[in-house]
Structures are given as C-alpha cells and as structure tokens.
C-alpha cells in the first residue's frame, strides 16, 4: 500500500540580496486511496510543497519518504501534472501521451495500443492526431494527465489545474480527477479555489504564509463554521457599516436594499439569521477567525 510522509519539512530560497523560507516545518501524511487537495492563497507554498514531493527539489530540512524510502530525486511512481505544460509540440496528441513509453523502449504498435486506451479515459480519442497547439486549455491538461497515467504511477500530482479554465472544462476536469481517485493511487492537487476541493477531495491541507495551518477532511473545516454564516437583508447604510465589520462571502441588491453573506461569531444589531455554511463559508471563517488573514487575502 502506498503512502507519502511528509515529515518536519522546510525549504529556504536563499540568494545575495535575501533568504526567503516558502515551506515551515510542515508535516502530514497521504495513503493510497486517498485524494489531497492542498488549499491556500497565492504564495503560500503551495506549489513548492509539490515540487519536494516530486523529487524536483530538495528540502532544506526535514525528510519526505514515499513508501517509507527517502526521496531524492524525481521517481516514476509519481505522475506530474504542472501548470507549465510538458508536451512536446512538434508531436501529436497520442505521440505526446506515448512518449513515456517510447522512453521505455516500448515497440511502436504496442504503446499507440495503450496511448489510444488512455486518450479513451481522459475523452480525447478524437484528437489523436491534433497537434498540441490546436488543443484548448482544458484539454492540454487532461493530456498532461494521460501522459502521466501511462506510466501507471502509483502517486499523481496536480498543481493549480483548473487555472485559466472555462467552467465547463473546470468541471470535466475535476470529475476527471475524481473518476481516477476510485483506483489505487494517492492524488496531490493544489489550488486556491475552493470549488475544486468541494466536489472532489477526500482531505485537505490549508496552507498558509509557509505553514500548515490546518488537515482534516472537508467536512471537518465546514463544521467549524457552524452557526458562523449569516444572511443578512439590509438597507443601503448598513451594507457600508456590514462590508466594513465582516467578511462578505455574497452581496445581492433586491427590493429592500441588500442581501448579503457574511462569516462572524454574531451580528448584533442587524437583521439576519444563521444559514448552513459551506466550504467557502467554512474557508473565510477559517482564515479570518483563526488566522487574521482575511483582509489579506
């Protein structure tokens, strides 16, 4: 059974100027089966974390084992999916995908035959012959996916996948993802939106300026919300003094003025009433109530 150990680890980015420390003594584990999602603004390490597990980095202190071995270098267990593309674009789409196979010394006819199966798993059998550049956003990451499951690793990470994409293809690539974490395999994704989380992971890890300010599943952190969301209908004077106090998750204007979201421990003085929170809510709450990180955001 395979499983990542994430064990007291930091990673310092020194240069002439200045020091920098991205990840601070961080620890956490993931076993087969189960799916991450890595969740934090922008700059927090999210990213790094990835790299260190991918073997595409060293730690500066602190240790990383997959199945109990230290990782030193980039491993064909893991399958990588960046946000920086690794297609080749002088190959087609089923050249691009057979590659890893060809790296392998894989005959020809065999690894179109199995390329040719996972283009079928990630719904881009129609493009077989489509040269990378003729391919959507979307679609280029679903192909980064069959790239990296053709080498069946028994780890997948996913940095920031749904970046920059349409609706319809953050939807389909999420489900995607969450087709290939009912089989036998540990998936590490990282993201800042909380929606790619929600319909998906089965535990999460909320980072923050470098360190792991909370794991658990996604259940967990909505439970700490309960009884913190409110609706609140106000007038055009108290929106001002709301949007000042609290954290608003939703503004809609209507008839009587405004009805507005908002996370807080109470709202005395205002017309409103407890609403059941969801990840966002749960996330907001987090972040302001325990980290005071909301206006930072």
């Given at each position: 059974?395979?499983?990542?150990?994430?064990?007291?680890?930091s990673?310092?980015?020194?240069?002439?100027e200045?020091?920098f420390k991205s990840?601070?003594?961080i620890?956490?584990?993931?076993?087969?089966?189960e799916?991450l999602?890595i969740?934090g603004?922008?700059?927090?390490g999210?990213?790094?974390?990835?790299?260190?597990?991918?073997?595409?980095?060293?730690?500066?202190?602190g240790?990383?084992?997959?199945?109990?071995?230290?990782?030193?270098?980039?491993d064909?267990?893991?399958?990588m999916v960046?946000?920086?593309?690794?297609?080749?674009?002088?190959?087609?789409?089923i050249?691009?995908?057979a590659?890893?196979?060809?790296?392998?010394g894989?005959?020809?006819e065999?690894r179109?035959?199995?390329?040719?199966d996972?283009l079928q798993i990630?719904?881009?059998?129609?493009?077989r012959?489509?040269?990378?550049?003729?391919?959507?956003?979307?679609?280029?990451r679903?192909?980064?996916?069959?790239?990296?499951?053709?080498?069946?690793?028994?780890i997948i990470?996913v940095?920031?996948?749904?970046?920059?994409?349409?609706?319809?293809?953050?939807i389909?690539?999420?489900?995607?993802?969450?087709?290939?974490?009912?089989?036998?395999v540990?998936?590490?994704?990282?993201?800042?939106i909380?929606?790619?989380?929600s319909?998906?992971?089965?535990d999460?890890a909320?980072l923050?300026?470098?360190g792991?300010?909370f794991?658990?599943?996604?259940?967990?952190?909505?439970a700490?919300?309960e009884?913190?969301?409110w609706l609140?209908q106000?007038?055009?004077?108290?929106y001002?003094?709301?949007?000042?106090?609290?954290?608003?998750?939703s503004?809609?204007?209507?008839?009587?003025g405004?009805?507005?979201?908002?996370v807080?421990?109470?709202?005395n003085?205002?017309?409103?009433q407890?609403?059941?929170?969801?990840?966002?809510?749960?996330y907001?709450?987090?972040?302001?109530s325990?980290?005071n990180?909301?206006?930072?955001?």
């Amino acid at each position: 059974m395979s499983k990542i150990a994430v064990n007291n680890v930091s990673k310092i980015f020194e240069s002439k100027e200045s020091t920098f420390k991205s990840i601070d003594s961080i620890s956490f584990k993931v076993n087969e089966g189960e799916f991450l999602c890595i969740l934090g603004p922008s700059g927090c390490g999210k990213s790094t974390i990835l790299r260190l597990i991918a073997g595409l980095d060293k730690t500066s202190s602190g240790q990383i084992l997959m199945d109990n071995e230290v990782i030193i270098g980039p491993d064909c267990k893991c399958g990588m999916v960046f946000q920086e593309y690794s297609l080749f674009p002088w190959r087609s789409v089923i050249e691009n995908v057979a590659f890893p196979l060809e790296m392998k010394g894989v005959a020809e006819e065999e690894r179109y035959e199995i390329a040719e199966d996972y283009l079928q798993i990630v719904g881009l059998q129609n493009f077989r012959d489509s040269m990378p550049h003729e391919l959507s956003g979307g679609m280029k990451r679903r192909l980064g996916i069959a790239q990296a499951l053709i080498n069946e690793p028994k780890i997948i990470i996913v940095d920031e996948p749904t970046t920059g994409l349409d609706p319809e293809e953050r939807i389909r690539f999420r489900n995607l993802l969450s087709t290939i974490s009912t089989q036998d395999v540990i998936i590490i994704l990282s993201t800042h939106i909380v929606g790619d989380i929600s319909s998906s992971c089965t535990d999460m890890a909320l980072l923050n300026q470098g360190g792991l300010a909370f794991t658990g599943s996604p259940d967990g952190l909505v439970a700490r919300a309960e009884g913190k969301v409110w609706l609140i209908q106000a007038t055009e004077a108290e929106y001002l003094e709301i949007n000042e106090k609290y954290p608003v998750i939703s503004n809609v204007p209507n008839s009587e003025g405004w009805e507005i979201q908002v996370v807080a421990d109470s709202i005395n003085g205002y017309n409103g009433q407890n609403i059941a929170p969801n990840l966002e809510h749960a996330y907001v709450y987090f972040m302001e109530s325990n980290l005071n990180q909301w206006t930072a955001i």
